[in-house]
Nanobody
C-alpha cells in the first residue's frame, strides 16, 4: 500500500502562483511513476503532469506547458507541482497518484490516489 497526502491548494487571483505537495508513505519503493490529475466540476478527470519516479521523464498537458513544473524530492519522498501564471480554467480539485506498473501516461494505470486539494483561481 502507498499512502498519498496532498497539500498546498488555496484561493488565489489569476496570475498568481501555488505549489502543491504530495507526501508519500508506505510501500513507496514499488512506485514506477507519480502524477498530478485535476477534475473541475462537470468535467472529466485530466492528467496534468507526470514523472517517472526513478528516471528523468516528465509529461505535461498542453494546457499547462510552460506554466507548471513537476518535481520530486527523494529524501522527503515528496512530489511537487509548481503552478505559475494561474488562470481561472486551472480551477479544480488536484489529486496526486502513484502507479506501480503499466503505462505512466494512462490514468487507469494509477493504483493509489490522494484525497485531493482544491485550487481556485479567481479572475
Amino acid at each position: 500500500q502507498v499512502q498519498l497526502v496532498e497539500s498546498g491548494g488555496g484561493l488565489v487571483q489569476a496570475g498568481a502562483s501555488l505549489r502543491l505537495s504530495c507526501a508519500a508513505s508506505g510501500r513507496t519503493f514499488s512506485r514506477n511513476a507519480m502524477a498530478w490529475f485535476r477534475q473541475a466540476p462537470g468535467k472529466d478527470r485530466e492528467l496534468v503532469s507526470a514523472l517517472v519516479w526513478s528516471g528523468g521523464s516528465t509529461y505535461y498537458a498542453e494546457s499547462v506547458k510552460g506554466r507548471f513544473t513537476i518535481s520530486r524530492d527523494y529524501a522527503r519522498n515528496t512530489m511537487y507541482l509548481q503552478m505559475n501564471s494561474l488562470k481561472s480554467e486551472d480551477t479544480a480539485v488536484y489529486y496526486c497518484a502513484a502507479a506501480i506498473r503499466g503505462n505512466w501516461l494512462r490514468p487507469n494505470d494509477y493504483d493509489y490516489w490522494g484525497q485531493g486539494t482544491q485550487v481556485t483561481v479567481s479572475s
